[in-house]
């Protein structure tokens, strides 16, 4: 079983920035890929991108750019680097991983997720 903490969230102002991380526990996460979602309230749950056991990463049109997401497999743990941000980031952000080595769009590809941070974007 692999157990997922995210952190970092908060209460940042527009054009500000924070770092999310993820740190996994029970197993090791440096064979698995790993995405990040977000969801605002209303909303369903969104991909923002993944990122593979060898490093590649992919981020959606929304926030490439602004966004980056890397990973330390030394550290067992994967971040979100967040820039530019805006009030329409403001969501819960939620990481995910599974048994497959490559990073997926789909929720349903990821069978372990953490409990969410909120990052909140005033203007």
């Known amino acids: 079983q692999v157990q997922l903490v995210e952190s970092g969230g908060g209460l940042v102002q527009s054009g500000g920035s924070l770092r999310l991380s993820c740190a996994a526990s029970?197993?090791?996460?440096?064979?698995?890929?790993m995405g990040w979602f977000r969801q605002a309230p209303g909303k369903e749950r969104e991909f923002l991108g993944g990122?593979?056991?060898?490093?590649?990463?992919y981020l959606v049109d929304s926030v490439k750019g602004r966004f980056a997401i890397n990973r330390d497999n030394a550290k067992n743990t994967m971040y979100l680097q967040m820039n530019s941000l805006k009030p329409e980031d403001t969501a819960v952000y939620y990481c995910?991983?599974?048994?497959?080595?490559?990073?997926?769009?789909?929720?349903?590809?990821?069978?372990?997720w953490g409990q969410g941070t909120q990052v909140t974007v005033s203007s």
């Open positions: 995910a991983t599974g048994q497959m080595s490559y990073y997926s769009a789909d929720a349903k590809s990821y069978a372990y």
């Open positions: 029970g197993r090791t996460i440096s064979n698995s890929g």
């Open positions: 990122i593979s056991w060898s490093g590649t990463s």
